[in-house]
């Protein structure tokens, strides 16, 4: 019997960035949810924060050299890759000397969001399609962690609805309250009418700010993960995940929460059959 294929598209990931719950959880669930035998894959953006000699990237010749076209501009698309030799798993990395050279992940070394954080989200989020477009690997289910990662719902389920990769994937997303302050730049509609969004897909999500993406991201989701007790989840996003009435696995707990989140899957796999 086919494994259950898992995508799990991360913002963050240990130890490749300083060890948070976010990070933890991008390491450890990929790893937990192989050992329950499914089949995985993991992508993270390459920020220039990551040291490529130490933690031994290298690129994949045959998945770059595709060129992402953002907001009328080429921009190549470069694939590189690291293992994690204890969990016997490989992470992938989605690079461009463009958008992921910068010394800090978001924000520059005065505290200021980066004009460029919008057209680098949708980097990413089409990166990380196309890949997998390149690999021939149909994902089950895409599990997304972290703002950053909030566009490939939208992505998924308007752009690439069509695409016999997508057809019958389910897509679950970790709600976190590591919100930004400011928003995307206000040229960033006009950016995704050009990747065919329609004023309709895009209206409902007003300057896209964090609340805005976390809605668009909820919105665009099956399924819903709660990384926290309610009582310390953002108001907002408990109340824009209250509104879903999509199916929501609260807070499993920092040691249970492979297994209740495996458990979740299951839910969505069983629909499937």
């Given at each position: 019997?086919?494994?259950?294929?898992?995508?799990?598209?991360?913002q963050?990931?240990?130890?490749y960035?300083?060890?948070?719950?976010?990070?933890?959880?991008?390491?450890?669930?990929?790893?937990?949810?192989?050992?329950?035998?499914?089949?995985?894959?993991?992508?993270?953006?390459?920020?220039?924060?990551i040291?490529?000699r130490?933690?031994?990237?290298?690129?994949v010749?045959?998945?770059?050299?595709?060129?992402?076209?953002?907001?009328?501009s080429?921009?190549?698309?470069?694939?590189?890759?690291a293992?994690?030799?204890?969990?016997?798993?490989?992470?992938?990395?989605?690079?461009?000397?463009?958008?992921?050279?910068?010394?800090?992940?978001?924000?520059?070394?005065?505290?200021?969001?980066?004009?460029?954080?919008?057209?680098?989200?949708?980097?990413f989020?089409?990166?990380?399609i196309?890949?997998?477009?390149?690999?021939?690997?149909t994902?089950?289910?895409?599990?997304?962690?972290?703002?950053?990662t909030?566009?490939?719902?939208?992505?998924?389920?308007?752009?690439?609805?069509?695409?016999?990769?997508?057809?019958?994937?389910?897509?679950i997303?970790?709600?976190?309250?590591?919100?930004?302050?400011?928003?995307?730049?206000?040229?960033?509609?006009?950016?995704?009418?050009f990747?065919?969004?329609?004023?309709?897909?895009?209206q409902?999500?007003?300057?896209?700010a964090?609340?805005?993406?976390?809605?668009a991201?909820?919105?665009?989701?099956d399924?819903?993960?709660?990384t926290?007790?309610?009582?310390?989840?953002?108001?907002s996003?408990?109340?824009?995940?209250?509104?879903?009435?999509?199916?929501?696995?609260s807070?499993?707990?920092?040691?249970?929460?492979?297994?209740?989140?495996?458990?979740?899957?299951?839910?969505?796999?069983?629909?499937?059959?």
């Open positions: 019997m086919e494994k259950p294929k898992i995508l799990f598209v991360n963050e990931i240990y130890p960035v300083r060890e948070s719950q976010m990070s933890k959880m991008g390491r450890y669930l990929p790893q937990g949810i192989q050992e329950c035998g499914k089949e995985i894959r993991t992508f993270m953006p390459k920020f220039g924060t040291n490529e130490r933690n031994q990237l290298h690129e010749i045959r998945l770059s050299g595709m060129n992402l076209i953002i907001n009328d080429d921009h190549p698309l470069i694939i590189k890759v293992s994690i030799q204890a969990a016997r798993m490989q992470i992938y990395f989605i690079d461009n000397e463009e958008y992921f050279h910068k010394k800090n992940m978001f924000h520059d070394k005065n505290g200021k969001f980066y004009e460029d954080n919008d057209e680098k989200a949708v980097f989020a089409r990166g990380v196309e890949t997998i477009k390149k690999l021939s690997w994902p089950d289910i895409i599990h997304c962690n972290g703002w950053f909030s566009l490939v719902p939208l992505y998924i389920k308007k752009i690439f609805k069509d695409s016999p990769i997508f057809a019958n994937t389910k897509i997303t970790s709600l976190f309250s590591d919100s930004f302050e400011g928003k995307f730049n206000k040229t960033f509609v006009d950016k995704l009418k990747d065919n969004f329609s004023s309709k897909d895009i409902p999500y007003g300057e896209f964090f609340q805005d993406l976390m809605q991201a909820v919105d665009h989701s399924g819903l993960v709660l926290a007790k309610s009582g310390s989840m953002t108001p996003i408990l109340k824009m995940v209250k509104a879903s009435h999509k199916p929501v696995l807070y499993p707990g920092d040691e249970t929460y492979v297994e209740g989140i495996n458990k979740f899957y299951e839910k969505f796999l069983s629909n499937d059959k």
